[in-house]
């Protein structure tokens, strides 16, 4: 019996110990056994545990619980990513919430380069369908990690669109991996385990409850460089993820709608209220993320040499070929332009093409 693992999964039993407050402990004691050994007294006089908390973890005695999952661990050959494992999600372990402990049924590195989540309703049209497909199919030459909750819609259109482009896909699941919910996507489940895989934080025997989908949707948001909505009411899981993508600093992006299409309620509200960046198509998301290779780039620093410049776009730009990137802030001390005359300049020269925007008022030169 692996002892550490043991004492990992019983963490996450021990009642009134939430992903906060175990993620707080590990990193005070190191590790998941030493939580439970630690005198009451200490557990006590840490900030957010106090005496109730620490008598939950001196009591508990659930380890028998412990034992059984990773039997059915051990069954199905499955991956128990505790927070402290190399192989645990970073962007997600950056969450204030991340949880403590993930089961992982698959092949894809869940720490590559770029991931993409995509959500979006159950109930889609034939617009957000092929907005969905034709997303997934651009972002095949990119190697992009796709990521969403197998759900019916638009998460089971973008987990067939990735397979079908041979890109792996990740399906972040609301129960155990003991079952696959829906049903239906039972065959597509196990495409996924050999193209990418199957992610939860939650026990064997666990069921699908409705409570769940909302903390399962934390993973989908948390994981991901990017999250895509396609097509969401104003009310759902998709407008959850996409707050709780923003409440983690992620770049949030939104297919619009016809204004009277309920189907595009909620892309249009996150656009509008300026929670999500407006996208058409995979160019502008492959923009905004600055995932562009650089040869699609050259032949727009070729027309650059036939541009003419004001004295106030050519100081703007000889900033930017000396930095990488640079925020509007940074730019406006350096360049010791008036706020008005800067943002004429930076207009015209995104006009021409010479500089692009990107997310968090980054400027850089195209």
């Known amino acids: 019996m692996n002892k550490d693992l043991l004492y990992q999964i019983a963490l996450t039993l021990v009642p009134n110990i939430g992903d906060v407050h175990a993620k707080i402990l590990v990193g005070i004691f190191g590790d998941a056994e030493s939580v439970f050994k630690a005198k009451k007294k200490e557990l006590e006089c840490i900030e957010g545990i106090g005496t109730i908390r620490a008598s939950c973890i001196k009591t508990f005695d659930n380890f028998l619980s412990s034992e059984e999952e990773i039997k059915f661990i051990e069954k199905y050959k499955i991956s128990p990513l505790f927070i402290t494992d190399s192989r645990y999600p970073q962007r997600l372990l950056n969450c204030y919430d991340s949880p403590t402990l993930l089961y992982y049924r698959g092949n894809a590195d869940l720490n590559t380069s770029k991931i993409v989540s995509i959500v979006g309703t159950r109930n889609n049209s034939e617009y957000g369908r092929n907005i969905c497909e034709k997303l997934v199919e651009d972002l095949q030459e990119e190697n992009i990690l796709i990521v969403s909750g197998l759900a019916f819609g638009i998460d089971t259109i973008a987990h067939k ?204 030169l195209n």
């Open 161 to 364: 669109a990735a397979i079908k482009n041979n890109l792996q896909t990740i399906g972040v699941l609301a129960h155990g991996l003991d079952k696959i919910y829906p049903a239906q996507n039972k065959i597509l489940a196990k495409q996924m385990i050999d193209q990418g895989g199957l992610l939860t934080d939650y026990l064997s025997n666990t069921n699908p409850d409705k409570q769940n989908f909302p903390k399962r949707n934390r993973i989908v948001a948390g994981m991901c460089d990017a999250l895509v909505v396609i097509e969401s009411g104003k009310k759902g899981g998709s407008l959850i993820t996409a707050e709780l993508g923003n409440g983690y600093n992620k770049d949030v992006f939104a297919f619009p709608g016809k204004t009277t299409d309920t189907k595009s309620e909620g892309c249009n509200y996150l656009i509008k209220n300026n929670k999500a960046f407006l996208i058409t198509d995979a160019e502008d998301l492959l923009t905004l993320m600055n995932w562009t290779h650089k040869k699609k780039k050259s032949p727009k620093k070729q027309r650059e040499l036939f541009i003419e410049l004001t004295d106030n776009e050519k100081i703007i730009v000889d900033i930017l070929s000396q930095n990488e990137s640079l925020q509007i802030d940074e730019l406006y001390i350096k360049c010791g332009l008036s706020s008005s005359a800067m943002a004429a300049a930076l207009l015209q020269l995104e006009m021409q093409q010479v500089v692009i925007t990107l997310p968090g008022k980054i400027y850089k």
